[in-house]
């Protein structure tokens, strides 16, 4: 017979711990005072296409002079936060220290950053990963956070889809000629799979977006194939203005 184990117990033989500094915290899988307070968190009112911040209310739906000057393929794109602090630990920890467990509490606060996106219809479909990254790694943590999306969100997980065949570059540093070249037609869809996207939402997934390349090249794809619309979710959001020193993390 399983024995049945109090809260207050299980908590005492395992505590729980904030997932970035593992200092003790009340609530399973919430961040510590000190890490909550330090991470960069992406607020409305923000731009309707790439949901980065105003610094002031210029109502529902304004888009900022970036999304004017060159729309982006995808509709609308919606991060937890930016690239730094406690968000990049966790993306680096879910990716290089195979903390998978984490996948869970980062889709949580992409699904409340991101709901608007999601719908019963909608297909999530993870960045993937070439194959050989993938042999390496033996897991693709977009696909491990878009998993853990359609439980929380709804949406159907189409994991194999999207197939990356050619490995490209890292794209951080790059001039955005050569991003573009780097990626494109790296992506293509699943032939077997690819007549279910026509008039479908569908919504790309990733832990974080650095130049937006690769969104592009995968949006460019989905939309060939008949997808009615593309967004994109992420956990985190590279901020071009504190760049530096992010290129050797996407390795
Ligand atoms: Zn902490």
Redesign the pocket.
């Known amino acids: 017979m399983r024995a049945i184990v109090p809260g207050a117990a299980l908590d005492f033989i395992l505590p729980r711990r904030?997932p970035?500094?593992?200092?003790r915290?009340a609530c399973e899988q919430g961040?510590?005072a000190?890490?909550w307070r330090e991470m960069p968190f992406l607020e409305r009112p923000w731009c309707h296409r790439l949901g980065k911040p105003f610094a002031y209310d210029v109502g529902e739906g304004a888009w900022s002079p970036q999304a004017i000057a060159a729309p982006p393929l995808f509709d609308r794109l919606r991060s937890v936060a930016f690239y730094d602090g406690?968000a990049r630990q966790l993306v680096l920890s879910l990716k290089f220290s195979r903390r998978r467990e984490l996948a869970r509490p980062m889709a949580r606060w992409m699904v409340r950053s991101g709901g608007e996106l999601l719908d019963r219809n909608s297909l999530l479909v993870p960045v993937p990963l070439h194959w050989s990254r993938l042999l390496s790694r033996r897991f693709n943590q977009a696909a491990d956070l878009a998993r853990e999306i359609a439980r929380e969100g709804g949406g159907r997980f189409e994991p194999r889809l999207l197939r990356r065949h050619k490995r490209t570059r890292q794209q951080v540093g790059l001039t955005a000629k050569d991003r573009q070249r780097n990626v494109r037609s790296a992506f293509t869809l699943d032939s077997s799979r690819a007549d279910g996207v026509a008039g479908r939402p569908v919504v790309l997934i990733d832990d974080v977006l650095t130049t937006g390349s690769t969104v592009a090249a995968c949006t460019r794809a989905l939309l060939g194939a008949g997808a009615v619309s593309v967004d994109v979710l992420t956990f985190a959001l590279v901020d071009p203005a504190s760049r530096t020193g992010a290129g050797s993390d996407f390795q």
């Open positions: 904030c970035c500094c593992d200092a915290v961040l510590c000190d890490c406690p």
